[in-house]
């Protein structure tokens, strides 16, 4: 090839390189839309569905239990785009949050299921729904210190570890339990995690704070909410012993937007199948 063409070439090349780009952003942008999983022997089907309602409530200021904060843009910002644009886990992605390789996963998921309908018997809408399973989590459940200062893997925070440690575990735990029975009811459900105003951190912090924590969002009747257990609780398994327990918050259970923005920021943002249509 003369020497000429080279320059000729590589912009050609540059150019290709910048429409797959471009391609690759559309294909993640739009791949972000719901998307449930059937495991079925030789294939996988998947459903589509957008969730497009609008209910990202932008303000000078939200009341939390703790005061009145005004947000950041930026955490709303990014907080609105991450649960808009979830990363999909497919069932196999999802079965460590489940059990061990050597549980039975769906021995565990049937105990979830019985556990889900126990907690909603009394509930008639979904709304009625996340709130009691939000509630039963967070009374129920001990946030496990002694676990957390070794680890806070899937060893601590699967469903069969938390149903065989009478439910001790840690924020991923608390989260993941709340997702799965809520997928159990139908209720679409995803998983956050980012940094938080805790572990020493101020809401004045919240911009650069660690991710350090896990929570969730629900979609009901075209509507965002989020639900954090693990603030609900008062529970906290400590040196082999169970404290607390009397002073719970409800605020938790399911919240808007706005007051989640002041005290949470969403880094990533996960839908697991559970092996439930949520649609």
Not at 39 to 48: A, F, G, M, N
Not at 81 to 97: C, D, F, S
Not at 171 to 189: H, M, T, V, W
């Amino acid at each position: 090839m003369e020497k000429s063409l080279y320059p000729v070439v590589a912009a050609i090349g540059a150019l290709l390189l910048t429409a797959a780009a471009i391609s690759a952003s559309i294909i993640y942008v739009k791949r972000q839309t719901i998307i449930a999983e059937k495991t079925v022997p030789s294939e996988t089907i998947y459903i589509r569905e957008e969730k497009t309602a609008d209910s990202f409530e932008r303000g000078d200021s939200f009341t939390t239990p703790y005061g009145t904060f005004a947000p950041f843009d930026s955490v709303m910002d990014i907080n609105e785009y991450m649960t808009k644009n979830p990363v999909i886990l497919t069932r196999e992605e999802t079965l460590p949050y489940i059990c061990g390789e050597d549980g039975d996963a769906e021995e565990v998921m049937e105990t979830v299921r019985a556990l889900s309908d126990e907690i909603c018997r009394n509930s008639s809408s979904d709304y009625e729904k996340a709130k009691a399973i939000a509630m039963w989590v967070g009374v129920n459940t001990a946030y496990d210190f002694d676990a957390a200062a070794v680890s806070a893997d899937l060893g601590v925070t699967s469903l069969e570890a938390i149903i065989e440690n009478n439910f001790r575990t840690t924020c991923g735990g608390f989260a993941n339990l709340y997702s799965a029975l809520c997928s159990a009811q139908g209720i679409y459900c995803l998983n956050m995690k980012g940094g938080t105003s805790s572990d020493g951190y101020t809401r004045a912090e919240l911009e650069t704070a660690p991710a350090n924590h896990e929570w969730n969002a629900v979609y009901i009747d075209d509507k965002w909410y989020y639900a954090d257990c693990t603030w609900i609780s008062d529970l906290s398994y400590e040196n082999g012993e169970i404290r607390g327990g009397s002073d719970i918050k409800p605020f938790y259970a399911l919240f808007g937007f706005g007051e989640m923005s002041v005290e949470h920021r969403i880094d990533r943002c996960e839908y697991r199948d559970f092996g439930t249509d949520v649609f």
